[in-house]
């Protein structure tokens, strides 16, 4: 399937980028170039490999993934700013970044 340049408009809208029209056509074969790598997948033989539940690691391989999402008491306010650097008037005080 052909990149159109409305394909190229759409994740650019995305994607909150503002793009020239010389770099719309820019991107076009580049995003075709990447389409077809990413579309060799299909080509795998995938029918003998169990699908993937779980973690990435040996650990999580064996940790069951789907639950009953229950309800959990929280930590209370007491005790979650108990172990904050610095706590103000019962809230986190962290650094400014501006």
């Known amino acids: 399937m052909p990149i159109t340049q409305a394909d190229i408009e ?7 980028l503002e793009l ?9 074969p580049q995003m075709a170039e990447i ?3 990413v579309e060799q997948l299909n080509e795998i033989d995938t029918t003998n490999v169990e699908p ?3 973690g990435l690691t040996p650990e999580g ?3 069951e ?4 999402d229950e309800i959990h008491g929280s930590l209370g306010q007491k005790v ?5 650097p610095d706590p103000a008037a ?8 501006l």
Not at 65 to 68: E, G, M, V
Not at 80 to 84: C, D, N, Q, R, V
Not at 90 to 97: C, N, S, W
Request: a positive charge.
């Open 10 to 16: 759409k994740v650019a809208q995305l994607a909150h």
């Open 20 to 28: 020239a029209e010389e770099e719309l056509k820019m991107f076009g």
């Open 35 to 37: 389409v077809n790598y």
């Open 52 to 54: 993937a539940i779980g």
């Open 61 to 63: 391989a064996k940790t």
């Open 65 to 68: 993934s789907s639950r009953d």
């Open 80 to 84: 979650a700013l108990s172990e904050a």
């Open 90 to 97: 019962g809230h986190f005080r962290v650094p400014k970044i």
